[in-house]
């Protein structure tokens, strides 16, 4: 190589590098601060490709897109229960200077002031409601009272953002109340199967009584119609029987009489003491027949 | 976050590899030498031999195009040619700012002012959320507080789709990120809106519905029977809530993002309280089969019922029947025996009488006293007439 093309080539470079520090690209999703020794000259959000004075001005880009702050996490007093939870953070750069000033630009900086303001308006907040509340439709509005307080702070802070919203991504019990949870639960479940069991035994004891009362009831109904039928048998014994001795009455008397010496005073150990007086043996002492 | 990276839905420029990335290291050629070589070639290209001042401009003119070229081939085009695939949709951007959107097909754009990124907004993209699964973070459970106080255990997957490309690419630093702890942060808000019974609900046990075993052997429910609660749709209905909130959510944040669908994969209960739980079912179980034993045995019982009812009745049909027949033929003999007596009634009568005392006094122990016998009765040994009675009964028969 000649020494003029290095010259030119120096010469090129040169020209390049000014017209680089001359001009410079703002993303879409950014804003840019241009600063004159230090100085702030001017404040853009305007995407695309942007003109400054080379060497005396200075661009510092920042990201305005919606930021996340995802916070580790913390035990908190809501109510009377202690619960853990996980809040996160969104925000968004909306004042590249005041940004830029206060926290000199870095978000890690901003995560250490921004943390410690989100966990005392969480404290201060959660600790007036009941852990029910957080589980209730309230939440969202609870939830919305922190992001105010929150941004009301970062506000009178200057940091230049705001805050988009903060959300609690999970609360859970501290192990020690998750192991007495399960207790309960356990407990109470316990108390549902003996509810059930006890559910089966009286069910199964009501359809065995049940039973029991039905058959009762059916034999009862049977004896009664029993009852009717016999009585039905022998009032018809009655009426045939009546109607035929209505015929002649004191044949029937005589009759039946004689039946009933035959069946009752039948065969067996009966003893007859006779004397002459009585009917059948008029005739024992009188040989002659009467005329 | 850089959107060059794959993972996403955006399938635009090769992500990291640039074309020139993987070219042999090491001890090249001298490079004086390379560019001298690289000089006569072009002298031998360029009209004019590439000397004088017309040459060095052609020389200048063809970096440029080579630069532009490779520039070009970084950004995934060819000298400002490049093609979105169908369902995608291709951002433009001039010096970072966004001038335009491009449809399907072969684009053009203008090579180093311009440069895109296709995102598919067709393409469905899943998150899983499930226990243990998040990188970094072993405390994460999926344990989640129902209203009631009760521990879930909740998997959960959500289905989404760019809706937007311009807002997904630039409102958001970490969309997928802000998408997960969004969805993470709903569905816990649900479940806590929501009862265990709602999330996990619980068998349905038919002894809720009591029944009776009828007379007749049939079982049916008693009246009072319990309304059988539609399950499984509480959690429908809350699955969309959720879809609703995380889509407001994410349309406040102004993502892009459009969630197509949200399940809960895996409700389940926390491991320790398993056991109690399947002891419920054990119970439910149990008290069934006890039921059963009872509407079986309540089923003998009352077929026992029956079987004896019905013999109750026949026995006393079968009475009816024995007494009306009976005083029939009573009644039949008597009419017949009336008949004769009234045809002969002077000597029946006496004849009548007579057989029967035959008959009772021939079959029967006797003793026959005559006149005045009956102040000597007082007298005999009733005692020792008795004790001959059996004999002479046996002797009779």
Same mark, same amino acid.
């Given at each position: 190589?000649? %020494? ?8 090129? !470079? ?11 690209? @703002? ?44 916070? %580790? ?15 996160? $953070? ?5 004042? !590249? ?51 105010? #307080?929150?941004?009301?702070? &970062? ?20 192990? #020690?109340?998750?192991?007495? &949870? ?10 549902? =199967? ?35 039928? /016999? ?23 005589y009759?039946?009489t004689l039946?009933?010496y035959r069946?009752a005073l039948?065969?067996?150990?009966t003893t007859f003491v006779l004397g002459e007086g009585d009917g059948f043996l008029n005739l024992f002492s009188k040989?002659?027949?009467p005329? | ?17 640039? %074309?020139? +990335? ?34 060095? *401009? ?7 195009? @080579?630069? @532009? ?20 949709? =291709? ?7 966004? &001038? ?9 754009? @203008? ?14 993209? $899943? ?19 129902? /209203? ?12 989404? /789709?760019?809706?937007? %490309?311009?807002?997904?690419? *630039? ?40 029944? $009776? ?42 993502? +892009? ?93 006496t004849?009548l009488y007579l057989e029967t005392m035959e008959q009772v006094l021939g079959n029967a122990n006797k003793v026959v006293l005559g006149n005045g016998a009956n102040s000597a009765l007082?007298?005999l040994?009733?005692? &020792?007439l ?12």
């Open positions: 190589m000649t %020494p003029r093309s290095i010259i030119a080539l120096a010469i090129a !470079a040169f020209v390049a590098f000014v017209v680089s520090d001359s001009l410079f690209v @703002v993303n879409q999703s950014e804003s840019a601060v241009v600063r004159q020794f230090g100085r702030f000259v001017r404040e853009t959000s305007e995407p695309g490709l942007q003109a400054k004075i080379p060497f005396v001005q200075e661009a510092i880009k920042f990201d305005r897109r919606i930021l996340a702050l995802d916070m %580790p996490s913390q035990t908190l007093l809501v109510g009377q229960l202690q619960v853990v939870v996980d809040p996160f $953070t969104r925000y968004q750069i909306t004042d !590249a200077r005041a940004f830029l000033n206060s926290v000199g630009g870095s978000e890690d900086v901003l995560r250490g002031r921004l943390e410690p303001t989100v966990n005392s308006v969480l404290r201060a907040v959660f600790n007036r409601f009941r852990f029910e509340d957080i589980l209730s439709e309230k939440r969202d509005q609870i939830m919305q009272e922190i992001r105010e #307080q929150v941004d009301k702070d &970062v506000q009178a802070a200057g940091y230049g953002i705001r805050i988009v919203d903060v959300r609690i991504r999970r609360a859970e019990f501290p192990e #020690q109340v998750t192991q007495s &949870v399960f207790t309960r639960m356990i407990s109470d479940r316990d108390r549902v =199967a003996s509810e059930i069991r006890g559910r089966g035994t009286s069910e199964s004891r009501r359809i065995r009584a049940e039973a029991e009362a039905t058959s009762t009831k059916l034999l009862a109904e049977a004896q009664r119609d029993a009852q009717r039928l /016999r009585g039905e048998g022998d009032s018809e014994a009655i009426r045939i029987i009546g109607e035929a001795t209505n015929k002649n009455p004191g044949f029937y008397n009759y039946r039946q009933a069946t039948g065969p067996g150990n040989p002659s027949a005329q | 976050m850089s959107w060059n990276q794959g993972g996403g839905p955006w399938g635009g420029p090769p992500g990291g590899q640039t %074309p020139w +990335g993987n070219r042999p290291s090491g001890e090249g050629p001298d490079i004086d030498e390379m560019i001298r070589r690289g000089q006569e070639r072009i002298r031998r290209l360029v009209p004019g031999g590439g000397r004088g001042p017309f040459g060095t *401009f052609a020389l200048f003119l063809l970096g440029a195009f @080579v630069l @532009v070229a490779l520039q070009g081939l970084a950004q995934g085009n060819i000298l400002g040619f490049y093609r979105v695939n169908d369902g995608e949709i =291709a951002v433009i951007q001039r010096f970072g700012a966004v &001038v335009r959107e491009e449809q399907p097909g072969l684009r053009w754009l @203008v090579p180093v002012v311009e440069k895109f990124t296709a995102v598919s907004t067709k393409k469905a993209l $899943t998150l899983q959320i499930a226990g243990g699964t998040r990188m970094g973070d072993d405390s994460v459970s999926n344990r989640m507080i129902t /209203r009631d106080l009760n521990l879930v255990e909740v998997d959960f997957t959500v289905q989404w /789709r760019v809706s937007d %490309p311009r807002k997904f690419l *630039f409102n958001l630093r970490d969309p997928e990120g802000t998408l997960r702890l969004a969805a993470e942060s709903v569905v816990r808000e649900y479940i806590g809106r929501s009862t265990f019974d709602d999330i996990i609900p619980p068998e349905q046990n038919e002894i809720l519905n009591p029944v $009776t075993v009828q007379a007749d052997g049939t079982t049916v429910p008693v009246e009072e029977t319990v309304p059988v609660v539609q399950t499984g749709s509480q959690v429908v209905n809350l699955k969309v809530q959720m879809q609703e909130r995380l889509q407001k959510l994410l349309d406040e944040y102004e993502s +892009g993002i459009y969630i197509t669908d949200l399940q809960l994969t895996r409700p389940v209960v926390p491991a320790p309280v398993k056991s109690a739980y399947d002891g419920v079912q054990q119970a439910g179980n149990d008290a069934k089969s006890n039921i059963n034993r009872a509407v079986v045995d309540a089923n003998a019982t009352l077929a026992n019922a029956r079987g004896e009812a019905d013999s109750i009745r026949l026995q006393a049909s079968a009475y009816k029947t024995q007494v009306t027949e009976a005083a029939r033929g009573e009644a039949d003999r008597f009419g017949q025996v009336l008949q004769s007596y009234e045809a002969a009634s002077a000597t029946a009568a004849r007082p007298y040994p009733l005692d &020792v008795r004790r001959t009675a059996p004999a002479a009964g046996g002797q009779q028969q």
